[in-house]
C-alpha cells in the first residue's frame, strides 16, 4: 500500500523559504517519476516539478523556475522542495505524487498522469 505524507508547510512571509518535505512508504523499488503540484480554491491543481527518480530532471514550471529546487533522497524514501524568494501568488495547498510509469515532457505536469497523492500541506505567504 503506498502511501505519501507530506510535511513542512505553514506562513511565511514574502521574500522567505520554506522546505517541504514528502516520505513515501510502500513503493518497493520506488516509482519511477515523483512531482510537487498545487492547488487553491476554486482552481485546478496545477504542476510545479517533477523528476525521474533514476536520476533524470529535474523539471520546473515556468513560475517557480529560479526559486524553487526539488530533490529526491532515495535511501529516505523522500521527495523535498526547497521552495525560496516566496511570494503571496504561491499561496496554496502543496501535493506529493507519484507515477508508476515513465512519463513524457508532455505529461509530466499532467495530474492523471500520477497515481498516487497525499494529502497535501498548506502554505500561506503573506505580503
Known amino acids: 500500500h503506498v502511501r505519501l505524507v507530506e510535511s513542512g508547510g505553514g506562513s511565511v512571509q514574502a521574500g522567505g523559504s520554506l522546505r517541504l518535505s514528502c516520505a513515501a512508504s510502500?513503493?518497493?523499488?520506488?516509482?519511477?517519476?515523483m512531482a510537487w503540484f498545487r492547488q487553491t480554491p476554486g482552481n485546478e491543481r496545477e504542476g510545479i516539478a517533477t523528476l525521474y527518480t533514476g536520476g533524470g530532471g529535474p523539471h520546473y514550471a515556468d513560475f517557480v523556475k529560479g526559486r524553487f529546487r526539488i530533490s529526491h533522497d532515495k535511501a529516505q524514501a523522500t521527495l523535498y522542495i526547497q521552495m525560496n524568494n516566496l511570494e503571496p501568488e504561491d499561496t496554496a495547498r502543496y501535493y506529493c505524487?507519484?507515477?508508476?510509469?515513465?512519463?513524457?515532457?508532455?505529461?509530466?505536469?499532467?495530474?492523471?498522469?500520477?497515481?498516487?497523492w497525499g494529502q497535501g500541506t498548506p502554505v500561506t505567504v503573506s505580503s
Open positions: 505524487a507519484a507515477s508508476k510509469n515513465y512519463l513524457t515532457p508532455d505529461n509530466w505536469f499532467t495530474v492523471a498522469a500520477y497515481d498516487y
Open positions: 510502500g513503493v518497493g523499488y520506488g516509482m519511477p517519476y
